[in-house]
């Protein structure tokens, strides 16, 4: 100490020179660049990836939509009636259920999809063989109460699932074959990484797109500035509905919030639909989900994107729709 | 064996890392079964001096009291005993090498008597309306440091350190799953930087290196908690009695507080019962013990020392409390801006 003490007041006595000074300088900055360029070398660089592998898997219908009191049997009915959730989840697989976690509301708000639908899937997918259910989201509230107040995390963990907060540093690049706003943006490597990929949204009102559906879901998965997704967000969702490519879309439309979205809170401005809808195609599913709140599809910039592009299918009378009361 | 300085070591280190321990369950959803209110209600400067800017009977200043009310019988056993900050600097001080250099004129009454003038300032402030002891206060200086700093640079260390090993080495399974599990619970706390963190930590550091220069140089001279328990200590019932001095002066020399004068005799408002000079005393015939024991204190405190008395400051404390006493509860108070056009509401 002594001697720290006598170093330090020779250094403080210690006229500096421009010599001097300059040294100090390159010094400095000469050990931020190489503390710099150690630490970048020390943490990996997340790879690229041209998304999940399209299956082009196929139910028994085109869109199944259950209208029935309780939402767990009304999910297990329409995936029963797609013909099985064998037809999704093969033994041994890795699923991810991407359930709408988002915000610090309870279930009655509606503003998340609503717990038992996610824990009816990941039952389902116990059932037939998988490995492992991952259940997460990047929601916009903070993580914790997000989590635990959508009632998401507990419903799915007492099905066995992993109920975990997504990592942002975990994440792998987009690469599109063709050009895209996307391009390189960081999406969870969970989400892209994994056999099955079950997107489980709450249909509910959305103040910016009309409508939150499956494929404003996504945004979910995408860590990175994601306020920049809203500038020409249609043709970004279609992207990267084309990227994560689900294998099933349930959208729960058991509790719908119809005004101030996607936020919501006002119980007074949820109406009780009790209907659960199961599709492959995300445009299908998504075109159908607005049939049930009567709103045009064209009005809803993705939908819109995805109609001009011809990604997936949107026309519902040509769809094969079986409407079941459970 | 040094037994009583054990059991202060043990005492420190207990209340150190319970303190950690409430501030880092102050995160959602507020788990650790101590509230961390009770840190700032045991804080009897904090809570009068907010009660008094107020105008309010805090529930908080039964706490509050009960500090004091040890203190008459204990003396400044918060000081040394208790306070956060007090460890922290008694572990920057033993880094220190005794005696290095003669300081011995830090020593000097004056130096003490600066507290008192900041307890002076914020009791002024706090009249007037303002609580300002915040800034000073070792409670909460210690809550800031652990709160802004320290949990959130262990929480960044630990996992850039998990993050590194799992990229480094493809631990995508298990130990990822671990991982996970710990920011489920124990490193869940979101790390926030903040703003003023640097500010903390260079007002920490600076706290730091006056203990390396003298032991305890901010409890000394500056603390105003410390200043109200010295004031309080001043009456304590438990005293250090030296039956037997060969005028050594070992204890005054290696004293942290330098609350020892010559021939035994000490200034009781600094003690704070770190229990060094017990062991120091080449007679053993140290001790501390409460008043009415047997063999009497040695010598009569000292007459005639110069600047701010304790009774001056009483006087200070009285005159301006009754200068101000006029506008007690003052109209300015009740007064509100309303914007343009604004309705007053009912009642």
Known sequence: MEKFLYNLETFLKTQMNRKGFLKVCCAVL???????????????KSEDSSGRPKKGLKGLHDIV?????????????????????????????????KPNM???????????????????????????????????????NEDRPVYEHSGIAAAAKEKGAFVYFADHWNVVKAKFSYNSSMEGWPVLRDAVVCDTFINVPVLKHHGYTKLTLSMKNLMGVCSGKRGLIHLDIGTKLVDMTDFINPDLTVIDATRVLLRNGP?????????????????????LADVY???????????????????????????????DVLEVQA | MKKLVLLRRISQALFLGLFVYILWSTTYPLG??????ILFNLDPALMIFTAVSERLLLPGLVFAFLMIGATFILGRFFCGWVCPLGTVIDAFGSLRKKN?????????????????????IFFLLAVAGFQAVWVMDPVVTAARVVSLNVIPAVTFAADRGFVWLIQRFGLYGGFYDFYRGLKAGVLGVRIVFFANALITFIYFLVIGFLSLVVARLWCRALCPLGALYSLVALFSRLERKVDACNGCGLCRRNCRMGAIR??????????????????????????????????????????????????????????????????????????????????????
């Open chain 1, 263 to 283: 936020s919501g809170g006002n119980e007074s401005d949820v109406q009780a639909f009790n209907t659960v809808i199961a599709a492959t195609d995300p445009t």
């Open chain 2, 32 to 37: 650790g079964g101590i509230s961390p209110r």
């Open chain 2, 100 to 120: 290095a250099r003669d300081l011995s004129w830090l020593n000097n009454r004056r130096l003490k008597n600066i507290k008192y003038v900041f307890l002076g």
């Open chain 1, 289 to 319: 989900a607005c049939s049930l709140v009567k709103i045009d599809p064209a009005e809803i910039p993705y939908l819109k994107a995805a109609m001009a592009r011809g990604v997936g299918r949107s026309d519902l009378t040509q769809a």
């Open chain 1, 102 to 140: 988002a915000w610090d509301r309870t279930p009655r708000q509606a503003a998340n999809t609503d717990p038992m639908v996610v824990a009816a899937l990941v039952e389902l997918c116990y059932k037939a063989g998988a490995k492992r259910v991952n259940v997460f989201d990047i929601p916009c």
């Open chain 2, 262 to 347: 010559e021939e035994g005799d000490y200034d009781k408002g600094e003690c704070v019962l770190c229990m060094d000079c017990v062991y120091d005393c080449p007679t053993g015939k140290t001790r501390f013990a409460f008043k009415g024991a047997a063999v009497p204190a040695l010598a009569a405190p000292a007459a005639g020392s110069k600047g701010m008395t304790r009774r001056s400051f009483l006087w200070l404390m009285a005159s301006s409390f009754l200068s101000l006493g006029g506008r007690w509860a003052p109209a300015a108070r009740r007064r509100v801006i309303r914007p343009p056009g604004a309705v007053e509401e009912a009642g």
């Open chain 1, 30 to 44: 000469l050990a931020f660049i190489t503390g710099n360029q150690l630490l970048k070398a020390a943490f990996a």
């Open chain 1, 65 to 97: 939509a259950v209208k029935g009191g309780d939402p767990y049997q009304n999910t297990v009915k329409a995936v029963e009636q797609m013909g099985g959730i064998g037809r999704f989840v093969k033994k041994g697989d890795v699923v991810v259920v």
